[in-house]
Nanobody
Framework: VQLQASGGGLVQAGGSLRLSCAASGRTFSRYAVGWLRQAPGKDRESVAHIDSSGGITSYADSVKGRFTISRDNAKNTVNLQMDSLKPEDTAVYYC???????????????WGQGTQVTVSS
């Protein structure tokens, strides 16, 4: 599976961005997908996760109620809608995929290249 993340950019606090992760491969529907982020000088953080069917989602406490993850298996895409953005959301965001289940400790098997999100105050 090859993943391509897009949609990052510069936005003011309180604004919104929509990240997209486009995947290649006919078996994308068998992969669980996560969005993770890493800010300068900080550890990588799992932001949101969605199971292979799209029926189960989970979020980091820091983004609950503001971010929404969704997927369209017919289009091989996973999106992350980010609303009410805060300066502390500034990071490089990565989409990642793992066969069937969410991996332990964020050790997804496949990774996209990352997209920069910058939130100004």
């Amino acid at each position: 599976v090859q993943l391509q993340a897009s949609g990052g950019g510069l936005v003011q606090a309180g604004g919104s961005l929509r990240l997209s992760c486009a995947a290649s491969g006919r078996t994308f529907s068998r992969y669980a997908v996560g969005w993770l982020r890493q800010a300068p000088g900080k550890d990588r953080e799992s932001v949101a996760h969605i199971d292979s069917s799209g029926g189960i989602t989970s979020y980091a406490d820091s983004v609950k109620g503001r971010f929404t993850i969704s997927r369209d298996n017919a289009k091989n895409t996973v999106n992350l809608q980010m609303d009410s953005l805060k300066p502390e959301d500034t990071a490089v965001y990565y989409c990642a995929a793992n066969p069937l289940v969410r991996p332990v400790d964020g050790s997804y098997l496949y990774w996209g290249q990352g997209t920069q999100v910058t939130v100004s105050s």
